[in-house]
């Protein structure tokens, strides 16, 4: 684990880790993003990741995800050293993500934008599109339906026929967290996924993780919203100029005086007004 | 038959050549996002290859070329269309990881100029500017085809390929691999974390559109008899995109709709054009700035193309859609997230204090 | 070994040529981050309004239309990008539109050249040159002026880049347009000035293209694009520095090997070091660091 943080309780408080990473460092043209940042995260929780703006976390996420190459360090997801990896194969290992701003598939509708999700589908080999089309149309049928009842629970199956390009900003996160489910992840990276949404919302998609972490996920998620983090996360990792300042229980970090220096104290005074 | 009737057909046989060369180059673009501005060589290598299988040995013909193998029709076609897929492969393989959208486009468009450089001075392959005559015509001796009525003959058959192609086409497009490759054209990155290769994709959207190009070459080399160097300039390229931009980026029936607008009113009709006295070829330049012109004008003002690209409703992926969730709003499964006064029942983890 | 060293000689010229043209094309990428399909239309437009005024309209020498020439496509560039492909840059996210759009633009002027100069091979009004011993060296008066100017334009640009507050700007932009912006950067401005020194470099290359190769058609610029995408590939994209030692590499390379191979091919040799490039350096062998 970290060196610097004094108050940080292991994750075995919780259970098995399922991703990891230890030691990873990314610089942008000189300027080091990410400084030896190493943590892991607890199985079937809800952990999120904090940190002042600036502190890597984003970075950290493309490189979990593969979505980035870090200069140096190792990541796991379970037991597979994933370090590196192309995102499309750690993808397919169970890993999903989502993207600060909502990236949405604006040509297709809503609807396929969940149906191109499942991981390996017969119907995108060009062999079986025309030797196999009663496979194919069972396997689609079969996703059709669940990606309908998912659109229903996200409250955007009246959409599902609308190009996903016409979505408002709010549908557009939804359509983005729906279509990770579709998914089955076993990790679900979410990155910032209250940012920009009305406060109704923000207990929608609360309630929403809530229901992840019920259908055995993992999720790791970016969070500014302390109250979010307090009321749906299991431990907490804080980030700090890359590194790995501390990690914990929300109520252990509170205590931790170089945490509240670094992040908590500014926040939590201006977060507990709104 | 009269020579307006041979016109005709001269322009039936463009439209639906066209056609195929459309739905080749918009499968690559249209669907998966590649920008191929080299398109037009993998018709150039389809076209060549088509030749020089359906040709007799080289020998004593003054012609240099490779192969010569006599194959009859469609064998010399579908050698035409694997070469380009062949080709694309190659190219795909050294480029296709490596490169972002734009410089992709500038590589290719390099090996398009390339090609043209080495079709033009390479005697032993290619036979330099002279390029390929004599290139037989299907069943026209079998057939007892004479100049004239070869042209509506072949116009026919070239409508059979595109009807074939279409079919083989419309039934990718609309299956998960088209969907995929549409899901990759809006944003790889995404299509990525998904878990799609996209390498993977773009390979297959790479070979399936050089197939068509290759057979589009194959069938316009039968067609005209001779395979001249200098109708494969990078320019020529263009002429396809308009063909798919003002048709519908993304829709099947609009690249012969495009096929019609661009290919056959606006290239093959001001043909018919009486020249301008004292300035031989102006109609042409005109006409070739006119088509640039008017690619810009859709582009601005209907990007999405005369015929614009399908919505795919849920309707049309099911027939019987009928969802298990009657289409109401289902809340979250579980209970909604604790309100401040049911905090306290909470799960265990959650925190009672407030203050730091 | 003789024959090595005139061939190099006019490797040294073609990098000459080359090097103005790649610099111009590169200067602008950075800026607007599309590439400019129609880069070699501007230099044969650049190459036929020097002939103009060179040959018929004004009579001048040639190294004095040379300037109007340049500069004349320095403002069609400025038009070009102030009604044409600005706003289709700014109104289209992803770039496909703009590329398509430049190359079409390509297209149009190519047609424009062929319909007011023809097709027909034309030259410049000047003295027939003498060819002059220098070392190892047979070079033209011509060739060697063509060389100073592309050293002093070399410099020129440099200490632009480097000192002049808008150079500075420039490579601002460059590196992040919205932190530009928001600095306090007149970025309108900066990218007119660009497309203007751009176009103007295009006009330049390609009159100095005709002069070295003693013809003009309305093709050689389009033909010698895929030269300039080389070097500037092989040294960068994005990269003025890169753009320079591409031209270099790319121009010494072409006519070395005219002098071992057919020198039909020569140009062709150009896009095999750029597949060479792409498979072992893809990012270039000059390439400036990863950006965030």
């Given at each position: 684990?970290?060196?610097?943080?004094?108050?940080?309780?292991?994750?075995?408080?919780?259970?098995?880790?399922?991703?990891?990473c230890?030691?990873?460092?990314?610089?942008?043209?000189?300027?080091?993003?990410?400084?030896?940042?190493?943590?892991?995260?607890?199985?079937?929780?809800?952990?999120?990741?904090?940190?002042?703006?600036?502190?890597?976390?984003?970075?950290?996420?493309?490189?979990?995800?593969?979505?980035?190459k870090?200069?140096?360090?190792?990541?796991?997801?379970?037991?597979?050293?994933?370090?590196?990896?192309?995102?499309y194969?750690?993808?397919?290992?169970?890993l999903?993500?989502?993207?600060?701003?909502?990236?949405?598939?604006?040509?297709?509708?809503?609807?396929?934008?969940?149906l191109?999700?499942?991981?390996?589908?017969?119907?995108?080999?060009?062999?079986?599109?025309?030797?196999?089309?009663?496979?194919?149309?069972?396997?689609?049928?079969?996703?059709?339906?669940?990606?309908?009842?998912?659109?229903?629970?996200?409250?955007?199956?009246?959409?599902?026929?609308?190009?996903?390009?016409?979505?408002?900003?709010?549908?557009?996160?939804?359509?983005?967290?729906?279509?990770?489910?579709?998914?089955?992840?076993?990790?679900?990276?979410?990155?910032?996924?209250?940012?920009?949404?009305?406060?109704?919302?923000?207990?929608?998609?609360?309630?929403?993780?809530?229901?992840?972490?019920?259908?055995?996920?993992?999720?790791?998620?970016?969070?500014?919203?302390?109250?979010?983090?307090?009321?749906?996360?299991?431990?907490?990792?804080?980030?700090?100029?890359?590194?790995t300042?501390?990690?914990?229980?929300?109520?252990?970090?509170r205590?931790?005086?170089?945490?509240?220096?670094?992040?908590?104290?500014?926040?939590?005074?201006?977060?507990?007004?709104? | 038959?009269?020579?307006?009737?041979?016109?005709?057909?001269?322009l039936?046989?463009?439209?639906?050549?066209?056609?195929?060369?459309?739905?080749?180059?918009?499968?690559?673009?249209?669907?998966?996002?590649?920008?191929?501005?080299?398109?037009?060589?993998?018709?150039a290598?389809?076209a060549?290859?088509t030749?020089?299988?359906?040709m007799?040995?080289?020998?004593?013909?003054?012609?240099?070329?490779?192969?010569?193998?006599?194959?009859?029709?469609?064998?010399n076609?579908?050698?035409?269309g694997?070469?380009?897929?062949?080709?694309?492969f190659?190219?795909?393989?050294?480029?296709?990881?490596?490169?972002?959208?734009?410089?992709?486009?500038?590589?290719?468009?390099?090996?398009?100029?390339?090609?043209y450089?080495?079709?033009?001075?390479?005697?032993?392959?290619?036979?330099?500017?002279?390029?390929?005559?004599?290139?037989?015509?299907?069943?026209?001796?079998a057939?007892?085809?004479?100049?004239?009525?070869?042209?509506?003959?072949?116009?026919?058959?070239?409508?059979?390929?595109?009807?074939?192609?279409?079919?083989?086409?419309?039934?990718?497009?609309?299956?998960?691999?088209?969907?995929?490759?549409?899901?990759?054209?809006?944003?790889?990155?995404?299509?990525?974390?998904?878990?799609?290769?996209?390498f993977?994709?773009?390979?297959?959207?790479?070979?399936?559109?050089?197939?068509?190009?290759?057979?589009?070459?194959?069938?316009?080399?039968?067609?005209?008899?001779?395979f001249?160097?200098?109708?494969?300039?990078?320019?020529?390229?263009?002429?396809?995109?308009?063909?798919?931009?003002?048709?519908?980026?993304?829709?099947?029936?609009?690249?012969?709709?495009?096929?019609?607008?661009?290919?056959?009113?606006?290239i093959?009709?001001?043909?018919?054009?009486?020249?301008?006295?004292?300035?031989p070829?102006?109609?042409?330049?005109?006409?070739?700035?006119?088509?640039?012109?008017?690619?810009?004008?859709?582009?601005?003002?209907r990007?999405?193309?005369i015929?614009?690209?399908?919505?795919?409703?849920?309707?049309?992926?099911?027939?019987?859609?009928?969802p298990?969730?009657?289409?109401?709003?289902?809340?979250?499964?579980?209970?909604?997230?604790?309100?401040?006064?049911?905090?306290?029942?909470?799960?265990?983890?959650?925190?009672?204090?407030?203050?730091? | 070994?003789?024959?090595?060293?005139?061939?190099?000689?006019?490797?040294?010229?073609?990098?000459?040529?080359?090097?103005?043209?790649?610099?111009?094309?590169?200067?602008?990428?950075?800026?607007?981050?599309?590439?400019?399909?129609?880069?070699?239309?501007?230099?044969?437009?650049?190459?036929?309004?020097?002939?103009?005024v060179?040959?018929?309209?004004?009579?001048?020498?040639?190294?004095?239309?040379?300037?109007?020439?340049?500069l004349?496509?320095?403002?069609?560039?400025?038009?070009?990008?102030?009604?044409?492909?600005?706003?289709?840059?700014?109104?289209?996210?992803?770039?496909?539109?703009?590329?398509?759009?430049?190359?079409?633009l390509?297209?149009?002027?190519l047609?424009v050249?062929?319909?007011?100069?023809?097709?027909?091979?034309?030259?410049?009004?000047?003295?027939?040159?003498?060819?002059?011993?220098?070392?190892?060296?047979?070079?033209?008066?011509?060739?060697?002026?063509v060389?100073?100017?592309?050293?002093?334009?070399?410099?020129?640009?440099?200490?632009?880049?480097k000192?002049?507050?808008?150079?500075?700007?420039?490579?601002?932009?460059?590196?992040?347009?919205?932190?530009?912006?928001t600095?306090?950067?007149?970025?309108?401005?900066?990218?007119?000035?660009?497309?203007?020194?751009?176009?103007?470099?295009?006009?330049?290359?390609?009159?100095?293209l005709?002069?070295?190769?003693g013809?003009?058609?309305?093709?050689?610029?389009?033909?010698?694009?895929?030269?300039?995408?080389?070097?500037?590939i092989?040294?960068g994209v994005?990269?003025?520095?890169?753009?320079?030692?591409g031209?270099?590499?790319?121009?010494?390379?072409t006519?070395?090997?005219?002098?071992?191979?057919?020198?039909?091919?020569?140009?062709?040799?150009?896009?095999?070091?750029?597949?060479?490039?792409?498979?072992?350096?893809?990012s270039?062998?000059?390439?400036r660091?990863?950006?965030?």
């Open positions: 684990m970290t060196s610097t943080g004094q108050s940080m309780s292991s994750p075995d408080a919780f259970s098995e880790s399922i991703l990891s230890e030691n990873i460092t990314k610089s942008f043209l000189g300027v080091n993003a990410l400084n030896g940042a190493t943590f892991d995260v607890p199985k079937n929780k809800i952990t999120a990741l904090i940190g002042p703006n600036g502190a890597g976390k984003t970075t950290l996420v493309n490189i979990l995800s593969g979505a980035m870090s200069d140096s360090g190792t990541t796991h997801l379970g037991s597979v050293d994933v370090t590196n990896l192309e995102s194969k750690i993808a397919r290992m169970g999903m993500r989502t993207f600060q701003l909502s990236r949405e598939l604006g040509g297709l509708t809503v609807l396929e934008n969940l191109v999700a499942p991981k390996v589908q017969a119907g995108e080999s060009l062999f079986n599109i025309f030797l196999r089309p009663r496979l194919l149309q069972r396997e689609e049928r079969q996703n059709i339906e669940r990606a309908t009842e998912i659109l229903a629970t996200y409250g955007l199956y009246e959409l599902r026929d609308n190009r996903a390009r016409e979505l408002s900003g709010g549908q557009k996160k939804l359509l983005e967290i729906s279509r990770g489910v579709m998914a089955a992840p076993t990790v679900f990276l979410l990155d910032e996924p209250m940012a920009g949404v009305n406060p109704a919302l923000i207990d929608r998609i609360a309630g929403y993780i809530l229901d992840m972490k019920r259908q055995g996920m993992t999720v790791l998620m970016i969070e500014h919203n302390l109250n979010v983090v307090e009321k749906i996360c299991d431990f907490v990792i804080v980030l700090a100029e890359g590194k300042l501390a990690t914990g229980r929300l109520s252990e970090l205590a931790n005086p170089e945490v509240v220096q670094a992040y908590l104290g500014e926040v939590i005074s201006a977060g507990t007004t709104n | 038959m009269s020579a307006f009737w041979y016109y005709v057909f001269t039936v046989f463009f439209l639906f050549d066209y056609f195929i060369l459309a739905m080749g180059l918009n499968i690559q673009y249209g669907e998966t996002g590649i920008l191929n501005f080299a398109y037009i060589g993998f018709v290598i389809g060549y290859m030749g020089v299988a359906g007799p040995n080289a020998g004593t013909s003054g012609q240099h070329y490779i192969l010569g193998l006599n194959l009859p029709f469609p064998i076609l579908i050698i035409g694997l070469s380009a897929s062949a080709l694309a190659l190219v795909a393989l050294i480029t296709l990881r490596r490169l972002r959208t734009d410089y992709l486009a500038m590589v290719l468009i390099s090996l398009s100029l390339v090609l450089d080495i079709s033009n001075n390479f005697i032993p392959l290619f036979n330099g500017a002279d390029g390929l005559y004599n290139v037989p015509e299907p069943f026209a001796s057939l007892k085809l004479t100049t004239n009525s070869f042209v509506p003959f072949f116009a026919g058959v070239a409508g059979v390929v595109a009807l074939i192609l279409w079919f083989f086409m419309s039934r990718i497009t609309r299956s998960p691999l088209g969907r995929t490759l549409r899901a990759i054209r809006d944003d790889p990155t995404v299509a990525s974390a998904l878990g799609k290769g996209v993977r994709y773009q390979l297959t959207s790479m070979l399936v559109g050089s197939f068509y190009a290759g057979v589009g070459g194959g069938l316009l080399i039968q067609f005209g008899g001779s001249n160097p200098t109708a494969w300039l990078p320019g020529e390229t263009f002429v396809i995109f308009a063909v798919i931009i003002v048709g519908g980026v993304g829709n099947n029936v609009g690249m012969l709709v495009g096929a019609l607008v661009v290919e056959t009113l606006l093959h009709l001001p043909a018919f054009l009486p020249a301008i006295p004292g300035h070829g102006l109609i042409e330049y005109i006409d070739t700035m006119v088509i640039g012109v008017v690619l810009m004008i859709m582009l601005w003002f990007p999405q193309g015929v614009p690209e399908r919505v795919r409703r849920s309707k049309f992926l099911l027939p019987d859609f009928a298990s969730g009657g289409g109401a709003v289902i809340a979250p499964t579980g209970p909604a997230i604790p309100t401040e006064e049911a905090a306290g029942a909470g799960p265990p983890f959650f925190i009672e204090e407030k203050d730091v | 070994m003789a024959q090595f060293w005139l061939a190099f000689g006019f490797g040294l010229v073609t990098a000459s040529v080359l090097a103005i043209a790649a610099v111009g094309l590169s200067l602008q990428f950075g800026i607007t981050n599309y590439i400019n399909f129609a880069y070699g239309d501007f230099m044969a437009l650049g190459s036929y309004l020097t002939y103009e060179n040959t018929s309209l004004l009579h001048w020498n040639v190294w004095i239309a040379l300037v109007f020439g340049s004349a496509m320095g403002v069609i560039a400025v038009l070009l990008n102030r009604f044409l492909l600005g706003p289709f840059a700014r109104r289209f996210q992803r770039s496909f539109f703009v590329l398509i759009v430049t190359f079409g390509s297209l149009i002027m047609n050249i062929y319909s007011i100069w023809g097709t027909n091979v034309r030259s410049y009004n000047m003295p027939i040159e003498q060819v002059l011993h220098i070392g190892p060296f047979l070079l033209t008066r011509n060739q060697l002026i060389m100073a100017i592309s050293v002093v334009l070399m410099v020129l640009v440099h200490v632009m880049l000192t002049t507050r808008l150079g500075k700007s420039m490579r601002a932009m460059s590196d992040n347009t919205t932190l530009a912006m600095s306090g950067i007149d970025t309108r401005r900066i990218t007119t000035i660009t497309w203007f020194l751009s176009g103007t470099l295009a006009g330049l290359a390609g009159t100095v005709a002069i070295t190769e013809n003009l058609t309305p093709a050689s610029g389009e033909l010698f694009l895929f030269v300039i995408f080389a070097a500037v092989v040294g994005g990269s003025i520095y890169g753009a320079m030692a031209a270099v590499l790319i121009g010494l390379t006519e070395v090997s005219a002098a071992f191979i057919n020198p039909a091919y020569k140009l062709d040799i150009a896009f095999i070091i750029l597949i060479l490039t792409l498979l072992f350096r893809p270039g062998l000059f390439a660091p990863e950006r965030a």
